[in-house]
């Protein structure tokens, strides 16, 4: 059974820092675009970061370069979005989520159920 297992989220201070993790299984060819997705109350789910875990390629959205990475450890099948210097804004419920073929375009074919980050002033 295909299932992606986020972990990691949680509540820090402005200026925190939190690891979320997202361990892929099931699949049988591996997929290689693994995302990081979030979605605030009320706003639309935005990309934050993916990685194509194939070749490493890595795609940021422009609020969170510079403070966020996303890395991969192919032994354990994990994804990880480490965050740094997080702002209020940066609170919603994280997702994790995969596909094959183009990293770039939509949809992500398979979801997680999300963790919750959130950041207070």
């Known amino acids: 059974q295909v299932q992606l297992v986020e972990s990691g989220g949680g509540s820090v201070q402005v200026g925190g820092s939190l690891r979320l993790s997202c361990a892929v299984f099931?699949?049988?060819?591996?997929?290689?675009?693994v995302g990081w997705f979030r979605q605030a109350p009320g706003k639309e789910r935005e990309g934050v970061a993916r990685i194509n875990t194939v070749d490493g390629f890595t795609i940021y959205a422009d609020s969170v370069k510079g403070r966020f990475t996303i890395s991969q450890d192919n032994a354990k099948n994990t994804v990880y979005l480490v965050m740094n210097n997080l702002k209020p804004e940066d609170t919603a419920m994280y997702y994790c989520?995969?596909?094959?073929?183009?990293?770039?375009?939509?949809?992500?074919?398979?979801w997680g159920q999300g963790t919750q980050v959130t950041v207070s002033s």
């Open positions: 989520a995969a596909k094959w073929g183009d990293c770039n375009t939509l949809p992500y074919n398979y």
């Open positions: 099931g699949f049988t060819y591996s997929p290689n675009c």
